[in-house]
């Protein structure tokens, strides 16, 4: 999907001229800083000096206490307290199984805003297959045959001896012979000679991820664009998505969705709207039909 912002709406914005902060690091702001101030003409204060690796490493150095959505929110705070703003904006992946089979790597980007004169927050989302692997191995052909599916060296690696947990970490290798290198240093510091390696999950070190975070970037914008038009404050989207769009050759319901229900989290008003798409389902959704 190309997102194109809406000029009109950038400037009619509540966010329009107004100060917003990002904390952030591993290049994050170069994907969001843009998209943000082309769709509300607004100016991203890039909070820099605080080091959000306190929160939590993917490398396990430093593990997670919040959870996902409770990490950008501490984020956002912190960045706000910072340039002392009343507007914040922070974000939080996570890598994982994907949340259907649970056999795909998965990666879940997430984006709030937080909203200190409405009292409100909005949140950004977007996921999708991720890319986060590792190996084990002794066999420094079996190591290059890793790098090179990983998408390495745009894709960057991690490397250390023995197992996950090693804090002899060596990580910012950018290309093939520092690569083979730092594969020989963590074989020499394993007893046995074995080696783990992983993909890096910093966004800078990470194209996919950095991908998935623009997406959930203009998720946030587009709620951050649309507006209650109950009490007109930002934030109204959808909370709830009603599945049962009718088989077009039985007349059961399938898992397609018909309706989406939006709520504007300050004043409570609702609105349920059915979907345009067809009324009835293509049977090939259908669990009676095509089981
Ligand atoms: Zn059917
Ligand atoms: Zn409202």
């Not at 400037?11 to 917003?20: Q, W």
């Not at 800083?33 to 430093?62: K, W």
């Not at 910072?82 to 507007?87: E, I, K, Q």
């Not at 959808?238 to 039985?250: A, E, I, K, S, Y």
Request: glycine share 8%.
């Amino acid at each position: 999907m190309i997102f194109e912002p809406d000029h009109n709406l950038a400037s009619a914005s509540c966010y329009a001229n107004r100060c917003i902060s990002l904390l952030t690091q591993h290049g994050k702001e170069k994907v969001m800083v843009p998209l943000l101030e082309q769709a509300f003409a607004c100016q991203v204060v890039h909070v820099q000096g605080y080091d959000t690796d306190q929160l939590g490493t993917f490398t396990r150095e430093i593990p997670r206490i919040d959870n996902q959505i409770g990490t950008a929110r501490n984020k956002a705070r912190i960045g706000m307290r910072l340039a002392g703003v009343s507007l914040g904006i922070a974000s939080e992946g996570a890598f994982g199984p994907d949340p259907f089979m649970g056999i795909m790597p998965w990666n879940r980007e997430l984006i709030v805003l937080i909203d200190d004169e409405e009292q409100i927050e909005i949140v950004g989302e977007a996921q999708g297959p991720g890319n986060h692997r590792h190996l084990l191995t002794s066999d420094w052909s079996e190591a290059l045959r890793f790098a090179e599916t990983a998408g390495f060296p745009e894709q960057r690696l991690i490397i250390r001896p023995d197992n996950e947990y090693d804090t002899r970490i060596q990580k910012d290798i950018s290309e093939f012979h520092l690569y083979e290198k730092a594969f020989l240093t963590a074989a020499g510091h394993s007893r046995k000679g074995q080696v783990f390696i992983e993909t890096d999950g910093r966004a800078h070190a990470n194209p996919l991820r950095m991908k998935m975070i623009s997406k959930a970037a203009q998720d946030v914008i587009k709620k951050m664009q649309s507006r209650c038009p109950a009490c007109g404050v930002p934030g109204f989207s959808v909370v709830q998505r009603f599945p049962g769009l009718p088989c077009m050759d039985c007349g059961r319901p399938t898992r397609l969705i018909h309706a989406e229900l939006s709520l504007c989290q300050k004043c409570g008003e609702h609105k349920k709207q059915e979907l345009v798409y067809g009324e009835l389902a293509d049977p090939m959704y259908c669990d009676f039909c095509n089981p």
